[in-house]
C-alpha cells in the first residue's frame, strides 16, 4: 500500500459532461502528478502540481485542468468529455516537485458513454 | 525525443529467471524505473537505478543498466506465479530548467508464469 487514495474508483459519463476525481497524497509528500491510461497501454502523463502550483504538463487539451490544495490533495478535471476520454486516471505523490520517485494510487476507471 | 519501448509479452516456467528488457532514448534521464501493474490496480513501484550505476539488485530483481546503448533490463529470480503482471518501464526526462516531474513509459510487457 503506498497510502495514495484515489475516488471514485469507476464512473460513467457521457459525451459532453464534465468530470472531477480526487487523489489524496502519502502523507508528508507535497507533490501530485497525474496520468492517463489507456487500455493496453502506459500511463501518459498529464500534469504534475508541487506546493498548489502546476509544474509540468504534457500533451493534453486545456479543457484537462487540476488544482492543488494547501493539503496537497489535488482534483483533475475534465471537461465536453470525449469518448477517447475513457482510461483509467491515475495519480502519484512524490515529495519534491520534479521527477522525485513517484508512488501510484489505485486509479479511476473513467467510461465515456 | 522520449520514447520508451518494451516487447510486449514473454511467457516463463515457474522457478525459471525472466528478463525484461527496455530502451529509452532520452540520455538526460536520471533515473530509470520500473513498476509492476496488476490487473485492475494501480502501478507499483518494484525498483529504480540512478542513471550513474550499472547494476542495481534487489532480493529477486536485479537492474541492468546500458547507458551507451539506453538498455534497461529486470531481471527477476525464481520467477513465482504470483510474479505474473504487467510491467512497465520508465524514465524521467529533464528539460532545460531541470526535471520536469514526469516519467515517461513503455507500454508494458505482460509477465505469463506458467506453473
Known amino acids: 500500500e503506498t497510502g495514495v487514495t484515489q475516488s471514485p474508483t469507476h464512473l460513467i459519463k457521457t459525451r459532453g459532461q464534465q468530470v472531477t476525481l480526487r487523489c489524496s497524497s502519502q502523507s508528508g509528500h507535497n507533490t501530485v502528478s497525474w496520468y492517463q491510461q489507456a487500455l493496453g497501454q502506459g500511463p501518459q502523463f498529464i500534469f504534475q502540481?508541487?506546493?498548489?502550483?502546476?509544474?509540468g504538463r504534457g500533451n493534453f487539451p486545456p479543457r484537462f485542468s487540476g488544482l492543488q490544495f494547501p493539503n496537497y490533495s489535488s482534483e483533475l478535471n475534465v471537461n465536453a468529455l470525449e469518448l477517447d476520454d475513457s482510461a483509467l486516471y491515475l495519480c502519484?505523490?512524490?515529495?519534491?516537485?520534479?521527477?522525485?520517485?513517484?508512488?501510484f494510487g489505485p486509479g479511476t476507471r473513467l467510461l465515456v458513454l | 525525443g522520449e520514447d520508451v519501448e518494451q516487447s510486449l509479452f514473454l511467457s516463463v516456467r515457474e522457478g525459471d529467471s525472466s528478463v525484461i528488457n527496455c530502451t529509452y532514448t532520452?540520455?538526460?534521464?536520471?533515473?530509470l524505473y520500473w513498476y509492476k501493474q496488476e490487473p485492475g490496480a494501480g502501478l507499483q513501484l518494484l525498483t529504480y537505478?540512478?542513471?550513474?550505476?550499472d547494476m542495481k539488485q534487489d532480493q529477486r530483481l536485479t537492474v541492468l543498466l546500458n547507458k551507451k546503448d539506453k538498455h534497461l533490463s529486470l531481471r527477476i529470480a525464481d520467477t513465482q506465479t504470483g510474479d505474473s503482471a504487467i510491467y512497465f518501464c520508465a524514465e524521467s526526462p529533464l528539460d532545460g530548467s531541470g526535471n520536469t516531474g514526469k516519467l515517461i513509459f513503455g507500454q508494458g510487457t505482460t509477465l505469463q508464469v506458467k506453473p
Open positions: 502519484a505523490s512524490s515529495l519534491g516537485g520534479g521527477a522525485e520517485t513517484q508512488y
Open positions: 532520452d540520455s538526460s534521464s536520471t533515473y
Open positions: 502540481y508541487y506546493r498548489e502550483e502546476e509544474n
Open positions: 537505478i540512478f542513471s550513474n550505476m
